[in-house]
């Protein structure tokens, strides 16, 4: 299996009503990404019926069981973007902590990252229009990335107290997020619906 680069939405369980999964699709498709099928158990649904079922499974804040089968789990999906040769999609409940959930999409790392800080721009500039168009969406907190061994994104709660977010190799926050944090190391970019995105200057792209 393959290292693999994930781009992660943040999002507070206090906000989830009834369209979370409706509205997410939208922006999926609005954003570009062109579904293909759903992944292992859910390989010949549409993605209609993985978004309605992974709808239920948030609502009754399911969480899969260390012992429990992974046919109950959220359904994952494939998409095609960017030329990239993998991006599947899945959702994680209470993650990264308590309260919150997250949809992640996950590409080969060796598509977007080189070595140390340095990243394939071109890969790194369809993302970053990628993820411009999806922090448009309703109720996203945050929206960051990392690679395989990093340890995880910050969550919201802590951003908003001055932590960094994950950035490997940028991230979204909000106008007032920004407001808080040390940002002297990273370049801001300001875009729409009061977003804006930073990335490290240690970060090189060839």
């Not at 781009?7 to 999964?21: A, H, K, Q, T, V």
């Not at 080969?108 to 800080?117: A, L, W, Y």
């Not at 002297?184 to 990335?199: P, R, W």
Request: aromatic fraction near 12%; charge should be negative.
């Amino acid at each position: 299996m393959p290292a693999y680069f994930s781009m992660i939405m943040e999002f507070n369980r206090g906000e989830l009503d009834f369209d979370n999964m409706k509205e997410l699709s939208h922006y999926l498709k609005y954003a570009g990404l062109e579904f293909r099928d759903g992944a292992w158990n859910a390989a010949k649904e549409s993605l209609d019926e993985i978004m309605d079922w992974n709808q239920k499974k948030l609502e009754e804040d399911f969480v899969l069981g260390y012992d429990e089968d992974a046919s109950n789990d959220y359904k994952q999906m494939h998409f095609s973007y960017g030329g990239f040769s993998e991006v599947r999609g899945f959702i994680m409940n209470e993650e990264p902590i308590r309260g919150e959930f997250t949809f992640t999409l996950l590409i080969p790392q060796d598509e977007v990252h080189i070595s140390e800080h340095t990243y394939k721009k071109e890969a790194v500039e369809k993302l970053k229009a990628l993820a411009t168009i999806l922090w448009i969406l309703p109720k996203t907190r945050t929206l960051q990335t990392e690679l395989e061994l990093c340890e995880g994104i910050s969550p919201e709660i802590d951003i908003r107290g001055g932590a960094l977010p994950a950035a490997y190799p940028f991230a979204i926050v909000s106008e007032k997020q920004f407001g808080n944090m040390d940002t002297s190391k990273y370049t801001a970019e300001h875009i729409n619906a009061g977003g804006v995105i930073l990335m490290p200057n240690w970060v090189k792209l060839v």
